[in-house]
Antibody, heavy 127, light 111 residues
Framework: QVQLQESGPGLVKPSQTLSLTCTVSGGSISSGSYYWSWIRQPAGKGLEWIGRIYTSGSTNYNPSLKSRVTISVDTSKNQFSLTLSSVTAADTAVYYC???????????????????WGQGTMVTVSS | QSALTQPASVSGSPGQSITISCTGTSSDVGSYNLVSWYQQHPGKAPKLMIYEVSKRPSGVSNRFSGSKSGNTASLTISGLQAEDEADYYCCSYAGSSTFEVFGGGTKLTVL
């Protein structure tokens, strides 16, 4: 079955760029109609959707983070990645990657649910 | 502040039923049947429990059910078990500008 695994530095300095990668195993990132998302969770707080990339390469971002976020895909490595620029302590969180199942509604591809999640990786922003 | 509003906590005794609400607006929960619910145990990744308001993924107990009325979705857990103690999050599609929004989460305590 498909599994997701996050990887990347656990410590990032303020004002620098956070970079994480999600490796997809057990299936091709290019097959099927899925969104591939990043979601984060500060300690003791709720979940926040960061953004996603579709198998076609198109992206959507959380409006509150859009100016600092880039999500890209490397189909040859079966990976997708997150970069978050100009980080502050408020970006300290567990970062999850997740697969989103989809449905087509009147010509639009909408997400049904996050059906598979990675285990999460803790990222701390501190000098 | 989360886009969807959930109670911070609910509790129930083993065998009882509880319901967790998730209140949004006409721009998200009220407009789309794309509400999902996730269970998260401490230190673990969330797990999908309900999708498209009321559908259960394979392997999820039929003690979990979902519904929606207007701008409020609900998750009901019947026959509470100790293992149900966890945090629960709702999520909804919110249109082509905002996309996906989560609730703030509800901590379920099994007494």
């Amino acid at each position: 079955q498909v599994q997701l695994q996050e990887s990347g530095p656990g410590l990032v300095k303020p004002s620098q760029t956070l970079s994480l990668t999600c490796t997809v195993s057990g299936g091709s990132i290019s097959s099927g109609s899925y969104y591939w998302s990043w979601i984060r969770q500060p300690a003791g707080k709720g979940l926040e959707w960061i953004g996603r990339i579709y198998t076609s390469g198109s992206t959507n971002y959380n409006p509150s983070l859009k100016s600092r976020v880039t999500i890209s895909v490397d189909t040859s490595k079966n990976q997708f990645s997150l970069t978050l620029s100009s980080v502050t302590a408020a970006d300290t969180a567990v970062y999850y990657c997740a697969r989103g199942s989809t449905v087509e509604v009147t010509g639009n591809r909408l997400q049904v649910a996050f059906d598979i999640w990675g285990q999460g990786t803790m990222v701390t922003v501190s000098s | 502040q989360s886009a969807l509003t959930q109670p911070a906590s609910v509790s129930g005794s083993p065998g009882q039923s509880i319901t967790i609400s998730c209140t949004g607006t006409s721009s998200d929960v009220g407009s789309y049947n794309l509400v999902s619910w996730y269970q998260q145990h401490p230190g673990k990744a969330p797990k999908l429990m309900i999708y498209e308001v009321s559908k259960r993924p394979s392997g999820v107990s039929n003690r979990f059910s979902g519904s929606k009325s207007g701008n409020t979705a609900s998750l009901t857990i019947s026959g509470l078990q100790a293992e149900d103690e966890a945090d629960y999050y709702c999520c909804s599609y919110a249109g082509s500008s905002t996309f996906e929004v989560f609730g703030g989460g509800t901590k379920l305590t099994v007494l």
